[in-house]
Structure formats: structure tokens, C-alpha cells
């Protein structure tokens, strides 16, 4: 299985932006699809955005579609989330994610996803 690290997390007012990084070990790293999941205190674990492993094809939840864009640097085993426009409901534990299975929506499943990254947190104030 492949290793994953965030970085990027932080505090932020609302209307204010982050980029957060998931840096993968190994040499495999464009063979996994990659995607963003957050936990909020209190609540489930629940998908963000992921991408495929060409990054050819991407795919969000409604609620941060049109704020936030996932991308990837297979030369650079990173995958990236640019979210934008922030609110205080984005406050959560940002999670990197790894999956192996083909499909842009396969890794919007929690049962999917291979390996996990530690966890970066994201505050927005308002």
C-alpha cells in the first residue's frame, strides 16, 4: 500500500482559501486513484473530491463543487485540493486518500479507499 502525508491545513477566515497537499511514497502513485474525504467533530467521515489515476476526469460533492479543485502531479506523487471560498462548515479534519480501483467515482466510497492519509486540520472562522 502506498504511504500518504498531508500538509496545508490551518486556520482561515471565511471567504479566505487553502491549498492542501497529499505527498505519496513509493513509486506506484499513478496507480491509485486519489481522493479528499473530512470529518467534522461529532460526524461521519465523508467525501470531498477525488480524481482518477490520470487525472484526467475529477468529480466533487455538491457541497464544495464550484469552491474547491482537485488535481495531481503524478511526477511529483502529489495530489492537491484548492479550496476557495471557504466557510465555517468547511471546518473539518481534511483526510488524503488512496484507492485502487478504476472509476472517477469509485473512491467516493469509503469502502474503496486502500489507504489513508493522517489527517490535516481546517478551521474557518467566521
Known amino acids: 500500500q502506498v504511504q500518504l502525508v498531508e500538509s496545508g491545513g490551518g486556520l482561515v477566515q471565511a471567504g479566505g482559501s487553502l491549498r492542501l497537499a497529499c505527498v505519496a511514497s513509493?513509486?506506484?502513485?499513478?496507480?491509485?486513484?486519489m481522493g479528499w474525504f473530512r470529518q467534522a467533530p461529532g460526524k461521519e467521515r465523508e467525501f470531498v473530491a477525488t480524481?482518477?489515476?490520470?487525472?484526467?476526469?475529477?468529480y466533487y460533492s455538491s457541497f464544495v463543487t464550484g469552491r474547491f479543485t482537485i488535481s495531481r502531479d503524478n511526477a511529483k506523487n502529489t495530489v492537491y485540493l484548492q479550496m476557495n471560498s471557504l466557510k465555517p462548515e468547511d471546518t473539518a479534519v481534511y483526510y488524503c486518500?488512496?484507492?485502487?480501483?478504476?472509476?472517477?467515482?469509485?473512491?467516493?466510497?469509503?469502502?474503496?479507499?486502500?489507504?489513508w492519509g493522517q489527517g490535516t486540520q481546517v478551521t474557518v472562522s467566521s
Open positions: 486518500a488512496a484507492g485502487a480501483k478504476n472509476g472517477v467515482v469509485v473512491l467516493t466510497r469509503i469502502m474503496n479507499v486502500d489507504s
Open positions: 513509493g513509486r506506484t502513485f499513478g496507480s491509485y486513484a
Open positions: 480524481i482518477t489515476k490520470s487525472g484526467a476526469s475529477t
